[in-house]
T-cell receptor
Framework: AQSVTQLGSHVSVSEGALVLLRCNYS??????LFWYVQYPNQGLQLLLK??????LVKGINGFEAEFKKSETSFHLTKPSAHMSDAAEYFC????????????FGTGTKLQVIP | GAVVSQHPSRVICKSGTSVKIECRSL??????MFWYRQFPKQSLMLMAT?????????EQGVEKDKFLINHASLTLSTLTVTSAHPEDSSFYIC???????????FGQGTRLTVV
């Protein structure tokens, strides 16, 4: 069984400030971890993913996430928020044995204040 | 990345009618497709897993006779909401996997409103 917990359903940051979206997972097998972004009335776009190898993963739009096995975390960060980053972000966990089926967190809505 | 096209993006239908939503993988063969439902301000809930040429596997609590899924080819899966009711109004999203992909590629979603 696997699950994902995203702390904070809403996060507000000022433009130019650090973005930190938290994600903790639970998985009985080595996980695959994903961050997706969703803009209003649109599907999901993959920001980045961790499967194996380097634990610091860089994605699109300046985002990165670090897989910390000891903390069962995969937090998403961006050094400087941009207005266009305002969206909903979903963390998801899958696993190599059945990577197609992922479990999503409840999402975090990011607001960027000018 | 790979492209998944979902159609229509929005649909309004009368209560009691049926609505078909298409999910197409445009540049790869999707051996597996997934259908999700997303309620306002909530996460995606997996409804069913669709494998090409076989019957879909439905998640617990999802009525298979109401949500008909067909995956007749490696590039197309359809979800038909039969005898739609207002409570079926939601955002439906498909995703597709190829054999070599480690992540799913999502369609743009379909906003269904049943009046």
């Amino acid at each position: 069984a696997q699950s994902v917990t995203q702390l904070g359903s809403h996060v507000s940051v000022s433009e130019g400030a650090l973005v930190l979206l938290r994600c903790n997972y639970s998985s009985s097998v080595p996980p695959y971890l994903f961050w997706y972004v969703q803009y209003p009335n649109q599907g999901l776009q993959l920001l980045l993913k961790y499967t194996t190898g380097a634990t610091l993963v860089k994605g699109i739009n300046g985002f990165e996430a670090e897989f910390k096995k000891s903390e069962t975390s995969f937090h998403l960060t961006k050094p400087s928020a941009h207005m266009s980053d305002a969206a909903e972000y979903f963390c998801a966990v899958g696993f190599s044995g059945g990577y197609q089926k992922v479990t999503f967190g409840t999402g975090t809505k990011l607001q960027v204040i000018p | 990345g790979a492209v998944v096209s979902q159609h229509p993006s929005r649909v309004i239908c009368k209560s009691g009618t049926s609505v078909k939503i298409e999910c197409r993988s445009l540049d790869f063969q999707a051996t597996t497709m997934f259908w999700y439902r997303q309620f306002p301000k909530q996460s995606l809930m997996l409804m069913a897993t669709s494998n090409e040429g076989s019957k879909a596997t439905y998640e617990q609590g999802v009525e298979k006779d109401k949500f008909l899924i067909n995956h007749a080819s490696l590039t197309l899966s359809t979800l038909t909401v039969t005898s739609a009711h207002p409570e079926d109004s939601s955002f439906y999203i498909c995703s597709a996997h190829g054999q070599m992909n480690t992540e799913a590629f999502f369609g743009q979603g379909t906003r269904l409103t049943v009046v």
